[in-house]
């Protein structure tokens, strides 16, 4: 049997990433429509949630992702676990693995995320990173597909993300985006840049999906003409925040900004938002804004993801 992970947006291929999605847009209109995890005598029923870090939105959308899919959460307090302190990631992904379906993991480094799937023997999810947060951008995909025309839509969008280009929302846009066919658009100050590896993978795929990537530091540049304008928080968690609305301050989605967009562009924002900081307040709760359908897509995409990878699993 092969065990499929996804711990980057790049670990699925674009085909595979279009499953996900229309899955993702079915489970949308038919919550319980997909319930791999039920009535499962062969193998366990149970999902591992582990958090190292502060979390809403993952934890709601994971817990109920996979109550739909006929499972249920254990949620595993990674303070409390000590993973990689007290025991191993090797050890305790053994463990994890003996009694559990999947593992979803929302941590720091990425190396921690790739012993555990390496020694696991169940399919491992990145509920965050300090390098990705890959499944932010699935659900993302969703809300784009949602409003301008389905996921067949998806190839040829102009997508402007404004902000800290160097964080892991950033590397997510350009390698998720760059999967689904998208024109990605980062924009960031000086010293805030794309890592130029995951740009360079980024490129590559959008070589061969039709799309494009670029960075840059002007934010009206990234901006013009854009299907779609997406922002993030300036401090990202364990980030020092000082200075770094000076830094930033140019870098804010407002009315002028979103002026320079497309007429029917929509503003996407992956929450917690910031009023006044990298986003007005006018903008956030204006009519152009999907956020509110953005962290519902959470659940959808995340499912759609899950019931996948456990698919994959059972016909390798």
Not at 9 to 21: I, S
Not at 82 to 99: H, M, Y
């Amino acid at each position: 049997m092969t065990v499929r992970h996804f711990l980057a947006d790049d670990d699925l291929t674009p085909a595979e990433q279009r499953e996900v999605l229309d899955l993702a847009m079915a489970l949308r209109a038919d919550r319980l429509a997909r319930r791999p995890l039920d009535g499962r005598r062969d193998a366990p029923g149970a999902v591992a949630f582990i958090t190292d870090k502060p979390t809403l939105r993952t934890q709601l959308s994971f817990a109920g992702a996979i109550a739909d899919l006929g499972g249920y959460p254990i949620v595993v307090d990674g303070n409390l676990a000590q993973i990689g302190k007290r025991e191993s990631v090797e050890d305790t992904a053994r463990v994890l693995g003996r009694q559990v379906a999947a593992i979803v993991w929302r941590t720091y480094e990425q190396d921690r995320l790739r012993t555990m799937a390496a020694y696991a023997g169940v399919p491992v999810v990145n509920a965050l990173t300090d390098d990705y947060h890959p499944c932010q951008i699935l659900a993302d995909l969703v809300t784009i597909a949602q409003h301008r025309g389905g996921v067949a839509a998806l190839p040829g969008t102009t997508l402007a993300y404004v902000g800290d280009a160097g964080n892991n929302m950033a590397a997510s846009y350009l390698l998720g985006g760059a999967t689904a066919g998208l024109h990605v658009r980062v924009a960031g100050p000086g010293g805030f840049q794309p890592d130029a590896e995951v740009l360079a993978r980024a490129a590559r795929i959008a070589g061969a999906t039709g799309g494009s990537v670029v960075s840059v530091t002007d934010p009206a540049e990234a901006v013009a003409g854009a299907d779609v304008v997406a922002t993030d928080t300036w401090v990202s968690m364990g980030d020092d925040a000082a200075g770094r609305e000076t830094v930033f301050e140019p870098y804010q989605v407002n009315a002028g900004l979103l002026a320079g967009a497309a007429p029917d562009a929509i503003v996407l924002h992956c929450l917690p938002a910031y009023r006044g900081k990298e986003i007005t307040a006018e903008v956030l709760e204006g009519a152009r804004s999907v956020v509110w359908d953005e962290a519902e897509n959470r659940l959808h995409a995340q499912k759609a993801l899950l019931a996948w990878l456990l698919d994959e699993g059972a016909r390798s």
